[in-house]
């Protein structure tokens, strides 16, 4: 478990017993009802009949009654006592065929029994509050499980393991202990205890600054990571843009032909990039056209160039550069975007494009060549760094704010002692980046902010 704070009071225990189907909605193999409480176990034992007596930790075989006491169902049962329980409490978890019938039966007798429905994300909620888990791991919880790829699975499942948590801790004890002695040299400056000399203080700010930086840097990724983005593949008609599309999605989603102007509307998929889920956009070719639809279509085609978070342009290898091609790539200056080469495996040598200091990729989306390559260097235009796998990333704007926030109160103490302001005045701006660092894991965060978080969880988790 990572650092506790004065929020999170690990003696925490809640008057009331909580219940939710754990599962999601529709028909299943299992579906899981869980309780979370004082009452968990004796609400959930008379709705049962039990070959063996609940015992912590271990799983037993029941029937599930009705109210008549005649048998609807068979269930695993699995009784966890507090604290040793995903929320510090007693949690019992009813595990039965997943019918939707079944699971409301269940759940409506629990509330007959005294249980209240649990409010969305209240399990976790009060992981928090008994000190289970901090702010970063709770929302760690709601990251694995809207992950949609295995990285983003891995990132979280490393923030829910506390990897924030214990790159922040050994940061906070630096400026806590400097702090320390720097209320020591006030308090007790009759003893003969010694001001920290102002070259000392501006060296350990500069070492407490150091990793904070290193971590705020870790959001252009984490970001991009947790919430992906979009592409939009554009280009005159018949450069290769669907095929292209076609190749990055590794299969035939958008319609191809010779004939230019096919694609009218725009075709969009997701897929993912090294675990970053990207969503793509194949769009109608840049061109005039007196053809209704077609005009509509490109219409929508810019739209989505404006709007993307990087834009691929494709050029025809066989042919020069058109005058359309250069006003779109004039257009796209100041934004990430990549110039695509497509049909290289047509090119001849009195049709090549000339190199230019701009980030060119040159493919064939009929054969494959180059496909790699375009996909490194999209993932190196968005992504700039990528920090090492066992490095933890910020992944929220909470997170960043909460660093910048401190990497501020940091810079005014560095320049104050600089500026050889008294150390009364330092001491404000320290204990102002230690209250940031302790809004990051949950320490100071108000109620407001805390409800905001939990409340975008399922119900039931």
């Known amino acids: 478990m990572s650092d506790s704070n004065p929020n999170s009071d690990s003696s925490f225990l809640s008057e009331d017993t909580i219940v939710a189907i754990s599962t999601p909605p529709g028909r299943g193999g299992i579906g899981i ?127 829910l393991g506390g990897s924030l948590s214990r790159q922040i801790t050994p940061i906070k004890q630096q400026l806590i202990s400097l702090i320390a002695v720097m209320e020591a040299g006030i308090d007790f400056a009759e003893d003969d205890i010694d001001l920290l000399p102002q070259a000392q203080i501006t060296t350990q700010i500069a070492a407490i600054q150091a990793p904070l930086t290193a971590l705020e840097h870790s959001f252009a990724y984490g970001r991009i990571v947790r919430e992906g983005f979009t592409m939009a593949i554009v280009g005159r008609p018949n450069v290769g843009k669907s095929s292209l599309f076609n190749r990055l999605v590794q299969r035939d989603r958008a319609i191809v032909t010779a004939t230019p102007g096919t694609t009218r509307d725009l075709v969009t998929e997701r897929v993912s990039l090294n675990g970053i889920p990207v969503e793509l956009i194949d769009t109608a070719g840049l061109r005039d056209s007196a053809d209704e639809a077609e005009s509509i279509g490109i219409k929508k085609s810019r739209e989505a160039m404006s709007e993307a978070d990087i834009v691929l342009l494709v050029l025809d290898a066989t042919a020069a550069p058109h005058e359309e091609d250069k006003a779109t790539a004039a257009a796209l200056a100041g934004r990430p975007f990549l110039i695509v080469i497509n049909k290289q495996d047509l090119e001849h040598p009195e049709s090549q494009i000339p190199e230019t200091a701009l980030q060119l990729v040159r493919t064939s989306a009929l054969t494959g060549s180059g496909i790699p390559e375009l996909r490194r260097a999209i993932l190196s235009l968005m992504t700039k760094e990528i920090p090492n796998i066992e490095t933890a990333v910020l992944t929220n704007q909470r997170q960043q704010q909460s660093i910048s926030d401190a990497l501020a109160a940091l810079h005014q103490a560095r320049r104050a002692a600089t500026a050889i302001i008294p150390h009364e005045m330092i001491l404000l701006d320290l204990y102002e980046a230690l209250r940031a660092l302790d809004a990051f894991t949950g320490s100071t965060s108000s109620d407001d902010i805390l409800n905001l978080i939990f409340t975008k969880f399922c119900i039931g988790k």
Do not use: M, N, W
Request: charged share 20%; net charge negative.
């Open 33 to 159: 009802v869980r309780l979370s409480g004082p009452a968990a176990r004796a609400i959930a034992e008379p709705l049962l009949k039990l070959r063996h007596p609940l015992a912590p930790g271990q799983a037993r075989f029941a029937e599930i009654l009705d109210s008549t006491g005649e048998i609807l169902d068979e269930a695993v049962v699995t009784y966890f006592q507090s604290p040793h329980s995903y929320t510090s409490e007693d949690v019992v978890e009813i595990a039965a065929h997943g019918s939707p019938v079944l699971l409301d039966h269940l759940l409506r007798q629990c509330a007959a029994h005294g249980a209240r429905l649990a409010e969305p994300g209240e399990f976790t909620q009060r992981a928090f509050l008994s000190g289970r888990l901090d702010l970063t791991q709770a929302e760690a919880v709601h990251d694995l499980i809207e992950s949609t790829t295995l990285h983003q699975a891995r990132i979280a499942a490393q923030q």
